[in-house]
Nanobody, 123 residues
């Protein structure tokens, strides 16, 4: 079992910055081989959840077009943590942000999600 705990959301003015953090913890006797990839998604009420940024254990990244050049994803493999530095925030970035990962085990692949953290950007 993998638990993801996010932190760092909040209220910020347009043009400001926030950093989201997500720490993964493994419980039980699950044989987690690796967490790959790790990433961030966001969702606005009434809309589908969208992938914001993901990063592999090797450091390969992929970003949503609308956040390229403004957001930076990074991870600390030793701490099983992933971060999202968000700069030049816009009101349209307002959403609940979720941390997610895919756990590779001997029994197969399992996706896990955090509880979400609200990011609100005021104009």
């Amino acid at each position: 079992q993998v638990q993801l705990v996010e932190s760092g959301g909040g209220l910020v003015q347009a043009g400001g910055s926030l950093t989201l953090s997500c720490a993964a913890s493994v419980s039980g006797s699950s044989n987690i081989l690796r967490l790959n990839p790790m990433g961030w998604y966001r969702q606005v009420p009434g809309k589908q959840r969208e992938q914001v940024a993901i990063i592999t254990s090797g450091g390969t990244t992929n970003y949503l077009d609308s956040v390229k050049g403004r957001f930076t994803i990074s991870r600390d493999n030793a701490k099983s943590s992933v971060y999202l530095q968000m700069d030049s925030l816009k009101p349209e970035d307002t959403a609940v942000y979720y941390c997610a990962t895919r756990a590779m085990t001997a029994q197969g692949r399992f996706d896990y999600w955090g509880q979400g953290t609200q990011v609100t950007v005021s104009s």
